[in-house]
């Protein structure tokens, strides 16, 4: 009985159930909904919430009420940087791909310096750094299209790449095995855990907490510019405001997977999972004539409820 118990209580099993009904529920109300083309379109946009999400998940981790509000403002920029470096040309993608990733490390670092050496709490830190982004990108395109992705990049999204299955799907089964591997097969991954669970222990262990801190908001920043790179793919072009639409989205995606705000536990399966049943849902309330506005009451509405569920880690560690 207890184990059914504790099998009933799995994250990443409850996600599955949901996208399963969700699904089902899709396909009542508009026919066609979970045909096979359609679940690979929905995966195509699940991968794209799910690489910001992988930072976002490692940021979360870290514990210290750690949270990345600004990969919303790096996805965008960084799809404004690439456009316009590739131009439409695939012989810019080498190029694009590394000023992506040095913008999107830039400014996970200068989050993770704000956190650590001037103490200032995250979710200010970042919210900030998302005002200076959103201002960024006014003053250098003023909400105009930038720039143009190269017709190898969109296809490397959006057609069949291997076994019929975009590349940008196989780029995020490659996302996940190395956050398997960070997280569970690294000394960096355990010390993430360990200042999560207890920051003060962890420090007092000889674990170097302001590095990996950094290190973390780094990586979030890498993984949202990414993530950017291949949204102007999927997108062919870039608008200031493309990258808006994963800041909340990405912080449900962790929660839902099971880790908790408070960090220390968790991983990315469950990150993943839901990943895929946050755009299955987002799509069916479209379907149902759902405005921008109304999905977002729905997410936030969402994440509060997860919240009474996963989100009391820190208490129970007490």
Same mark, same amino acid.
């Given at each position: 009985m207890n184990r059914a118990i504790e099998i009933a209580k799995n994250p990443l099993l409850i996600a599955l159930v949901l996208i399963a009904a969700l699904l089902f529920l899709g396909n009542t109300l508009s026919p066609g909904f !979970?045909?096979?083309?359609? @679940?690979?379109?929905?995966? @195509? #946009?699940a991968a794209l919430l799910g690489? #910001? !999400? !992988?930072?976002?998940?490692? #940021? @979360?981790l870290g514990g210290r009420e750690g949270i990345d509000l600004s990969v919303g403002g790096v996805v965008s920029l960084s799809a404004i940087v690439a456009g316009n470096v590739m131009n439409g040309m695939d012989g810019g993608i080498p190029l694009a791909i590394l000023a992506c990733v040095a913008t999107g490390a830039l400014f996970g670092l200068f989050n993770g310096l704000g956190v650590t050496l001037l103490r200032i709490p995250p979710l200010v830190m970042t919210l900030g750094m998302l005002g200076v982004l959103q201002g960024l990108l006014v003053v250098i395109r003023q909400g105009i299209p930038s720039g143009r992705a190269a017709p190898a990049l969109s296809e490397f999204v959006t057609k069949p790449f291997l076994l019929g299955l975009p590349g940008i799907i196989w780029l995020w089964i490659g996302v996940g095995l190395l956050m398997a591997f960070i997280l569970h097969r690294t000394v960096f991954g355990h010390r993430i855990y360990a200042i999560g669970s207890n920051e003060q222990a962890a420090f007092m262990a000889g674990v170097p907490v302001r590095r990996i801190r950094i290190a973390l908001f780094m990586l979030s920043g890498v993984f949202a510019a990414i993530a950017g790179l291949c949204l102007l793919g999927y997108s062919g072009s870039s608008f200031a405001n493309v990258g808006e639409q994963y800041m909340l989205p990405s912080i449900i995606a962790v929660v839902f997977g099971g880790t908790p705000l408070s960090g220390g536990r968790g991983g990315y399966t469950g990150t993943m999972a839901? !990943? #895929?049943l946050l755009v299955v849902l987002q799509s069916i309330l479209t379907t149902i004539n759902i405005d921008e506005s109304g999905r977002q009451m729905v997410f936030g509405v969402t994440l509060l409820v997860l919240m009474l569920f996963y989100g009391r880690g820190r208490g129970l560690r007490a």
């Open positions: !979970a045909s096979g083309g359609q @679940i690979l379109r929905l995966l @195509i #946009v690489i #910001v !999400a !992988a930072g976002q998940n490692l #940021v @979360i839901g !990943a #895929v």
